[in-house]
């Protein structure tokens, strides 16, 4: 059963979603030199890719059709204008991955070939299918996949492309062998009767066919939350003190999460991956720039492929850096999905506010509520993020009264346990008393020995993971995988939809005003979690390292209010 401040909760939250679902997230590129006056130099990007094997083709053949697109607004609303500066687009080509891989594998290299295959599985999917499929090693470092000499090097680097998820086949979604990376394609076809399977029906088949070798074909399951559930739910080998395999670790479960609450059990429609994370476009959209697109008809709803996260860090190392690892999107278009995730991020992820205030003669006492409006928990994924909450009391001349989780330099957390203490972390509060405390919203890996990790093969079980819980998420009955874990389990007012901390604190004595700011603040990556990765020295860690240092480090900001207490 909920409390009743669960079912306020509950009320408040699908009114805030409600509202936050009329946002069209679809943001027109900056005008001509504002790149140059706000950001990296503008670079136009290199060529999609358009390398053709056995099962695949890149980007570039797809774009030759499809770019050039208009909603009925006029806004530019082409697959590949939005994806190609997308994580999905730069899944092989993304540093913290890249880092994280060669870590991986520097600590445990007899399990190389283990790691490599996992990790390739999801974010070099083509080639890794390809290779398997020829009978050759599936290897990312070295001589493999990430190597411009190997022969598959531009299926690789094309990421989570095209034709890789418009061929997944619907067999098994959402059952454990479709996780991992468990996703089927047919590799029986060749052109042009290769299938490309899409959301529409009665598509125009004979242009699609003649230039790629695809055969467009009608399929429900495109719009099925199983098909990203292939990938984001994500099991990883746990590997003890002696290097010995012992088991899994679900590193990542957002479908299972999604699944467990309320938007995957009939709420809203049965809200979808893609409905939050591929927008609809205004209005009709004939899908092909070809002449005889104009025999075509608008379809509708057409989701247009945004696919933002709340990953604004590793979009600005990129966007920063086009011309020198020769990525195919602009300047221009990864600022133009930074802001489309700061959109996400600020509208449509959590909200903060301030539920009940009391103010005695030298005591402040603040009850704050912490809305989650996705569909998982929040932060979701990687165990490399965190959300907290930031309090900070001022006096009438501005002097701080008392503060909790200031933001710090090279991301750090003031009074975080896990920043001055390694193999510590900061607790779950449901009371707060002391600016040494703090509320950050996270996952803890631990290893089989029971000490903190954040060397995934390491990670045996989460020591703390008090993430935010969506709508209709119950904990009693939430599997082992997608458990509630540490001090949060216990905790009253953590339930599906989010969270309710109490601030107690002394404020001295005094008459004047006091000026209340909460926040919700976000992070890609921990600073413990980069204090971590590059305790390990490889070239892909120390790239990191100089790409982090150069980076802007301070957290994104989700929701904050600010009262004045008399």
């Known amino acids: 059963m909920l409390s009743t401040a669960g079912v306020t909760r509950l009320a408040s939250a699908a009114a805030a979603l409600a509202a936050a679902t009329t946002l069209a997230l679809c943001l027109p590129e900056p005008a001509a030199g504002v790149a140059a006056q706000e950001g990296p130099t503008p670079h136009p990007g290199w060529p999609l890719s358009a390398f053709t094997t056995a099962d695949f083709s890149g980007s570039g053949v797809c774009a030759t059709c499809h770019s050039s697109l208009r909603d009925a607004t006029g806004q530019d609303v082409s697959f590949d204008a939005h994806w190609r500066s997308t994580m999905m687009a730069q899944s092989a080509r993304d540093p913290l991955w890249q880092a994280k891989v060669s870590a991986e594998v520097a600590r445990a290299p007899a399990l190389r070939e283990i790691i490599e295959q996992k990790c390739a599985t999801c974010h070099a999917p083509m080639a890794r299918t390809e290779a398997l499929q020829a009978g050759m090693p599936v290897a990312l470092l070295g001589e493999g996949f990430l190597n411009p000499n190997h022969p598959l090097h531009e299926a690789a680097l094309d990421g989570v492309s095209c034709t890789l998820c418009h061929q997944v086949q619907p067999e098994g979604f959402g059952t454990k062998p479709s996780f991992t990376g468990g996703y089927q394609i047919d590799l029986t076809t060749s052109p042009p009767n ?13 242009p699609m066919r003649n230039a790629s070798g695809f055969t467009p074909t009608h399929a429900a399951h495109v719009l099925d939350s199983g098909l990203c559930g292939t990938c984001h739910t994500l099991y990883t080998p746990v590997v003890n003190a002696l290097g010995e395999v012992v088991g ?17 059990d009939g709420f809203d429609e049965d809200r979808s991956c893609q409905q939050c994370h591929m927008p609809a476009a205004a209005g009709g959209v ?17 989701g247009q492929h945004h696919f933002v996260g709340g ?35 600020e509208s449509r992820t959590a909200q903060v506010s301030v539920t009940d205030v009391d103010r005695s003669s030298d005591t402040l006492t603040l009850v ?62 449901d009371m707060i008393t002391s600016a040494e405390q703090v509320q950050i919203y996270e996952a803890v890996m631990r290893d089989t020995d029971g000490a903190v990790t954040h060397t995934l093969l390491r990670a045996h079980e989460y020591a703390k993971d ?71 020295d490889t070239r892909e860690t120390v790239r990191f390292g100089a790409m982090w240092d150069a980076s802007e480090q301070g957290p994104a900001l989700v929701s904050a209010v600010r009262l004045v207490v008399p």
Not at 288 to 302: D, E, I, K, T, W
Not at 510 to 535: E, I, K, M
Request: aromatic share 8%; proline share 7%.
């Open 194 to 206: 290769r299938v490309a399977f899409g959301p529409f029906a009665a598509p125009f088949v004979n």
């Open 248 to 264: 899994e670790f679900p590193e990542q479960t957002p479908y299972l999460e999604w699944r467990h609450s309320a938007y995957g």
């Open 286 to 302: 004939i899908l092909s720039n070809r002449p005889g697109g104009r025999q075509l008809s608008p379809r509708q709803p057409m």
């Open 311 to 345: 990953n604004t860090l590793v979009l600005g190392m990129l966007g920063a850096r086009v011309g020198e690892l020769q990525l195919t999107a602009s300047t221009a278009a990864f600022a133009s999905t930074a802001r489309r995730t700061l959109a996400q991020l």
């Open 368 to 429: 704050v509520d912490v809305v989650n409006l996705t569909g998982h928990k929040f932060p979701t994924g990687f165990p490399s993020r965190r959300a907290w909450v930031h309090v900070a009391v001022t006096d009438n001349e501005g002097r701080i009264v008392f503060e909790s989780g200031r933001p710090e330099a090279e991301g750090r957390i003031a009074g975080c346990d896990g920043e001055t203490e390694p193999g510590a972390y900061e607790a779950h509060y």
């Open 466 to 536: 008090n993430r935010l819980l969506p709508l209709g998420f119950l904990a009693a009955t939430a599997p082992a995988d997608i458990a509630v874990r540490g001090h949060a389990a216990a905790d009253p007012t953590f339930e599906g939809g989010g969270d309710r901390v109490t601030y107690r604190v002394a404020t001295g004595v005094g008459s004047g005003p006091l000026t209340v700011d909460v926040a919700l603040r976000y992070q890609t990556v921990s600073h413990a979690f980069v204090r971590d990765l590059r305790s390990t």
